[in-house]
């Protein structure tokens, strides 16, 4: 069968050219795997640094030569101008297109023209200056998220301070990819590495703009004050 192309950028041409370029002494799904975990602990020790993840960040990039190392950069300066050009699923269209994903348990990723079409069906019910909480339990490389990013800003909503967002999934890689794109989008999330289903959760990442707008702390002292509102509003009601 034919493999469905999703890529349309040429930061993705160029990224999936330099990856086979690297990949002359581990397989380009490895280097592609090492490029995600990489990615993903540089970004989350920017924001909370442990030691673990820089010792893990140095086992890795170490299997490989000087070219290779130089070669990881330039594969998320690429993720950087994409996702600068345009909203979309950088990580994921390639990760299909390359057929990286995992087709024994089902892995498959929205097309990412669906999911901005499931998007724009949502945010009607947003309201403005109220922050807008999402739950995405099995959330691949983030594009279901990423497309309501999209379609908000398409409406004129400051989704960066506004929106936030817990992703999950059981895949590391989803998990890398989801983080990754999700940060460099400015997108306030904190991506979960857990089973949905069971509840068993191994690790988690906050996006650098969860810190950044203080959301946690906003959306504690909206539902503060909601909750005033309606313990109030029950009071009024029994009175009368």
């Given at each position: ?19 086979n ?20 602990y ?22 490989y030569?000087?070219?290779v ?25 390639i ?5 990286f994903?995992d ?13 901005l ?48 967002v ?5 895949s ?8 990754i ?7 306030p999330?904190?991506?979960?590495h ?6 068993e959760?191994f690790g ?12 946690k ?23 009368n």
């Amino acid at each position: 069968m034919k493999k469905q192309i999703r890529m349309n950028l040429k930061e993705q041409t160029d990224f999936v050219k330099l990856l086979n370029e690297m990949a002359y002494e581990h397989s380009a799904y490895d280097v592609f795997c090492d490029f995600l975990t990489m990615s993903c602990y540089s970004i989350a020790n920017a924001v909370h640094y442990k030691k673990e993840r820089e010792s893990r960040y140095l086992e890795i990039i170490g299997k490989y030569k000087k070219d290779v190392q130089e070669g990881f950069s330039r594969l998320l300066g690429l993720v950087c101008l994409g996702l600068e050009r345009k909203f979309c699923d950088f990580l994921g269209e390639i990760y299909m297109d390359c057929g990286f994903g995992d087709d024994r348990n089902g892995q498959f990723f929205t097309p990412y023209p669906v999911a901005l079409v499931c998007a724009e069906s949502i945010v009607e019910k947003v309201k403005d200056n109220k922050i807008f909480t999402v739950l995405e339990p099995s959330c691949g490389s983030g594009e279901m998220v990423i497309a309501l990013a999209d379609a908000l800003h398409r409406k004129g909503f400051d989704f960066q301070r506004y929106l936030y967002v817990q992703a999950q999934d059981l895949s590391w890689n989803s998990v890398c990819m989801a983080f990754i794109q999700l940060s460099l989008l400015g997108i306030p999330a904190t991506v979960v590495h857990c089973n949905s289903l069971t509840l068993e959760k191994f690790g988690e990442f906050e996006t650098p703009m969860v810190g950044m707008t203080l959301i946690k702390e906003r959306l504690s002292l909206q539902n503060a004050v909601e909750g005033m509102k309606n313990h109030g509003k029950e009071e009024s009601d029994t009175e009368n």
